[in-house]
């Protein structure tokens, strides 16, 4: 399909033109925010089984965490469509940075709302200070990712928001355990109730967040804005890809947050260790970790640089992991996830640079691991469940940049449609926790087993459904940075 976009945004580079700037400082400052979020995205995981002690809570009912906080993804997304759809695309009136601007005013407003809730000991009172956060956090992301994309030619794309979401996923790792170290033990007072320990983090974060906004209203970012007539309707929906796409995140984020967030209390099993919340928020960072490695990995497998870097780079990353891993936490949880990291290695080689093909295999091999700790038991359950996290990996980014492909001033259009999308994560893991209730939280790893399912028949053909082979088009007048 033709689609029209600049040299600044997706057919051409602006580093390949003479005398235009490059985005390297910019990419900089989004690769920071990528980091703060995940750092505090993850806390989801241990306010699960914070709530579930300190409320008397089943499962289903410590899985509205994840129904708030994903819940509110879909419902700003939705509301961002609409208006785009009737009004024109809102991020091509204000621009990418006063989107990501009003999105951490937002997550702020969320954060400090944490502390009158654990003043009145109010679970519902958590779950709108969560859904708050959530609508900031999606308003970020229907800026940032994009915005990402556009600083750079949309062939490197993926390698572009791979690399974005590594850092995410470096806050990811570092958040769990810090985490469950504040919440669990410094916070949590003798006497006190256990949810009174989460009001100071979150206060904290809240500050942080205003502070970033202010950073980013005065930093010397590229504020792209388009200037050409979009007309209103479906836009982005009339694309299969696309469309197809928004499935696949759904089911990628459903699936991420169902497994990211039955760690713990699967690692509590008698028959897998029966390790302390505290002591299982630990391993939970093997999960996340694993998205970093993978993102890493994936953000050079991805990229233009030279044949001989990118397969050093490749090569490099894992052993790095396995012997930091050796180093920090024995000889013993190295082993265990060397033999994860060798499997993603030889994946990457099978992948041959190719987003969708990279899908499709570690959508199979997710599959795989998820049959195993559901049918096995000890050890090699506990590693099959923690190895998931590197094979996430590459997924959000490359179902991401294939969705939104080729669609150039539809782009931001298309962002809040897969941001919508992100209801999976609302809506998968309390069906999940009803799985847990009735048959156990092992075997209640069938719902994301599904999930997966579909992420590898995306990366087969879903990426490329409705596609036109002909060659983009390039229109410089079409995007503008004021």
């Known amino acids: 399909m033709a689609s029209s976009t600049d040299s600044r ?9 003479p005398g235009r700037r490059t985005y390297r ?9 990528f980091f703060v979020w995940g750092f505090m995205s993850v806390w989801n995981d241990i306010l699960i089984p914070r709530f579930k002690d300190a409320f008397h809570l089943d499962y289903f009912q410590a899985m509205l965490v ?63 200070a969560l859904f708050i956060v959530g609508l900031g956090f999606a308003m970020l992301q229907i800026a940032a990712n994009p915005y990402i994309t556009i600083l750079g030619p949309e062939r490197t794309a993926s390698s572009r928001l791979n690399l974005s979401q ?29 949810a009174q320990s989460v009001k100071i983090p979150y206060l ?13 209203a005065f930093a010397d970012l590229p504020n792209f804005i388009n200037v050409e ?65 993978g993102r890493f990995m994936g953000a050079f497998a991805l990229s233009t640089v030279r044949k001989r870097l990118r397969t050093t780079a490749i090569v490099t990353i894992p052993i790095l992991a396995f012997i930091t891993i050796w180093l920090l936490s024995g000889r013993e949880n190295a082993l265990h996830y060397g033999v994860m990291l060798a499997a993603m290695l030889a994946i990457f080689y099978l992948g041959s640079s190719s987003p969708q093909r990279m899908l499709a295999l570690f959508g199979l091999v997710i599959i795989a691991l998820l049959l195993t700790g559901m049918l096995s038991s000890g050890a090699t359950a506990i590693w099959a469940i923690l190895g998931i996290g590197l094979f996430d990996s590459i997924m959000w980014s490359n179902i991401f940049s294939l969705a939104i492909e080729g669609l150039g001033p539809l782009k931001s259009q298309a962002a809040s449609v ?36 579909f992420i590898t028949f995306y990366g087969v053909y879903g990426y490329r459904a409705g596609r036109r082979k002909e060659s983009v088009t390039v229109n410089p007048a079409i995007i503008r940075a004021s």
């Open 25 to 33: 400082g910019p990419f900089a400052v989004m690769t920071v925010l």
């Open 9 to 17: 945004s997706a057919g051409i580079g602006a580093a390949e033109l």
């Open 204 to 216: 904290c974060f809240g500050g942080v967040f205003l502070v970033l906004a202010v950073c980013f």
């Open 66 to 128: 994840a129904l708030a906080f994903c819940g509110a993804y879909f419902a700003d997304s939705l509301a961002y469509y609409l208006i785009s759809m009737f009004a024109g695309d809102p991020i091509n009136h204000i621009g990418y940075k006063n989107g990501v601007i009003i999105g951490l005013l937002i997550a702020a407003a969320g954060s400090f709302l944490f502390y009158p809730a654990a003043i009145l000991l109010s679970y519902p009172f958590f779950l709108v």
């Open 166 to 194: 590594a850092f995410n996923s470096l806050g990811t790792t570092i958040g769990p355990i810090i985490a469950g170290y504040l919440i669990f033990k410094v916070f949590n007072g003798p006497g006190s109730h256990g």
């Open 418 to 453: 897969l941001m919508m999308a992100v209801l999976g994560g609302a809506l998968m893991p309390p069906l999940q926790g009803i799985v847990a209730d009735r048959f156990g939280i092992q075997f209640s790893f069938i719902v994301p087993m599904f999930s997966y399912a």
């Open 229 to 293: 007539h979009i007309p209103h309707g479906a836009g982005a929906l009339k694309h299969p890809h696309t469309v197809l796409g928004m499935v696949a995140i759904f089911m990628y984020v459903g699936g991420e947050v169902c497994v990211g967030s039955s760690i713990i209390n699967f690692m509590n099993l008698p028959a897998l260790g029966g390790l302390s919340h505290q002591a299982a928020s630990r391993y939970l960072s093997f999960f996340w970790g694993g998205l970093m490695i």
